[in-house]
């Protein structure tokens, strides 16, 4: 784990010296693992559908003069390749805001509009499930940052709430202000997620086995997403959980401090 990478040149300076050049070279090399992980991890998470996509067509095929089948596979076509769709979106997401730390943009933001907006995405989805999404707290927070960006990481957490929480149930999006910080938590009364699992839900790909087992669509991409854009606004994000009655999701972002903003938009 700990192996550092040297990259090293020797050079004969005359009859009497040698230089020697060593080049810490640990954190491309890193980054280079990362990289090929990803890509392994990428290739491996679309074979299923791609698979699963190639089988239903051929049935399709073979079923054509049976009605009620070509209308069932042509049902989980559908599916499987909506479900690839995501993940295809979700990788090209994922792999942009890994190429940079920084943001392309940081604009004032208003966070009532980012907790509308994201809880109006997910509005169809929540009353089909007959589940109240219901937000509150501190009205008028602002952090500087991308609009957009805070919006897909609030929409991801609302959605694996909805996800993972039984029918009926109530999913609490709180805003709150305090010492410089904007908080925005996500709160469900869902399935949960076993404690030593909670350090494993931001890792790429990560699903927990009952989550695959439900089989409820997802890449496991959602988390990592979230995380990324919450540290590229030098946040950062926590979870709390109770297997069986529920989790917080927790974003912590720092406030924007108008006065700052100004002078930096002014020399910009
Ligand atoms: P996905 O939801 O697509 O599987 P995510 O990265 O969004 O991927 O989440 C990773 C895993 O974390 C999920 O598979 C699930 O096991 C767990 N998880 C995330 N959010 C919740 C939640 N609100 N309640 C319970 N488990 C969750």
Not at 102 to 120: K, P, Q
Request: net charge negative.
């Amino acid at each position: 784990d700990a192996a550092i990478y040297l990259f090293v040149r020797v050079a004969r300076l005359g009859a009497r010296y040698i230089l020697l050049l060593a080049e810490d070279r640990t954190e491309s090399y890193r980054l280079e693992e990362v990289r090929r992980d990803f890509v392994a991890n990428i290739s491996h998470e679309l074979k299923t559908p791609i698979g699963a996509v190639g089988l239903l067509a051929e049935a399709l095929v073979s079923a054509s003069d049976e009605p009620e089948q070509v209308k069932r596979f042509a049902k989980r076509l559908t599916k499987e390749s909506e479900r690839l769709a995501r993940i295809t979106q979700e990788i090209i997401e994922l792999s942009r805001l890994q190429a940079t730390d920084a943001l392309t943009r940081a604009d004032l933001v208003d966070i009532d509009h980012v907790v509308a907006v994201a809880i109006d995405q997910n509005r169809v989805v929540a009353d089909s499930h007959r589940i109240n999404l219901v937000s509150g707290g501190d009205a008028g927070a602002e952090v500087f940052g991308d609009e957009t960006l805070l919006v897909t990481a609030l929409h991801n957490l609302i959605a694996n709430a909805i996800q993972y929480s039984p029918e009926g149930s109530r999913i609490g999006i709180g805003v709150s202000q305090r010492d410089g910080i904007v908080e925005i938590a996500v709160t469900d009364q869902g399935v949960g997620i076993p404690e030593d699992e909670l350090d494993r839900v931001f890792e790429r790909f990560f699903r927990s086995d009952p989550a695959r087992s439900r089989n409820t669509g997802g890449s496991g991409l959602g988390l990592s997403i979230v995380k990324h854009v919450v540290q590229n606004h030098g946040g950062d994000i926590r979870v709390w959980s109770q297997p069986g009655n529920g989790s917080t999701f927790t974003i912590r972002l720092p406030e924007a401090n108008r006065a700052v903003g100004a002078s930096l938009g002014a020399h910009a």
